[in-house]
């Protein structure tokens, strides 16, 4: 099955500085790369996702890149705030619903 | 609109009793998913429900696993003779259509005694 690895796994910066979170997946048919942030005590939220078809996405301080050649997908959160602090999940789909999730990167924004 | 709900929010039992979990979908949202998240494995697919029919089981990690689905609507998760290794919080996700952005709901946390 679909194997996705995430890195890191715990992210510290300072406020207004940039974050990037890596993962890699290892079936090339996976085609749908969601990204989702976390906060304690609830689910997961989407924040952005890309399809296979499409080599960069960008919302507003956030912005996914997909290499899909190398197998590899990027979260790039610019201008970051305490409120962004949570733990961030990627995850790949090959089925379009059925997810398979990378371990997470809890990011800590220090004022 | 509302959410994903989920319920209970919190569930402590007994080794070798059995549980259900509960799912209500956004309205509207055909598709439904479980999964379930553990420290040790992480978020994990279980099952997904189109309408009341579940094309792909193959998450459920043994047959004291089941789920169903009635109306388009509730989900039900019933975990039969719970083990510790069961321990886990258990998520529901819908979407308007399969493939679709899914919508996570808080999750039901069990604990296994």
């Known amino acids: 099955g679909e194997n996705v690895e995430q890195h890191p796994s715990t992210l510290s910066v300072q406020e207004g500085d940039s974050a990037v979170i890596k993962c890699t997946y290892s079936?090339?048919?996976?085609?749908?790369f969601p990204w989702y942030k976390q906060e304690l005590g609830k689910g997961p939220q989407l924040i952005i996702d890309?399809?296979?078809?499409?080599g960069e996405k960008k919302d507003q301080r956030i912005a996914v890149t997909l290499n899909k050649t190398a197998k590899h997908f990027s979260l790039h959160i610019t201008e970051t705030q305490p409120e962004d602090s949570a733990v961030y999940f990627c995850?790949?789909?090959?089925?379009?619903?059925?997810?398979?999730f990378g371990k997470g990167t809890s990011l800590l924004v220090t004022p | 609109g509302a959410g994903v709900s989920q319920s209970p929010s919190n569930k402590v039992t007994e080794k070798g009793k059995d549980v259900e979990l509960r799912c209500d979908p956004i309205?509207?949202?055909?598709?439904l998913y479980w999964y379930r998240q553990s420290l040790g494995q992480g978020l994990e697919f279980l099952i997904y429900?189109?309408?009341?029919?579940?094309?792909?089981k193959s998450g459920l990690p043994s047959d004291r696993f089941s789920a169903e689905r009635t109306g388009g609507s509730v989900s039900t998760l019933t975990i039969q003779r719970t083990q510790q290794e069961d321990s886990a919080v258990y998520l529901c996700?819908?979407?308007?259509?399969?493939?679709?952005?899914?919508?996570f709901g808080p999750g039901t946390r069990l604990t296994v005694l």
């Open positions: 890309i399809r296979s078809n499409v």
């Open positions: 429900f189109q309408g009341n029919s579940a094309p792909d």
């Open positions: 079936d090339s048919a996976s085609n749908y």
């Open positions: 996700a819908s979407s308007l259509v399969s493939s679709d952005t899914q919508y």
């Open positions: 309205s509207g949202h055909t598709a």
């Open positions: 995850a790949a789909s090959i089925t379009g619903y059925a997810l398979n």
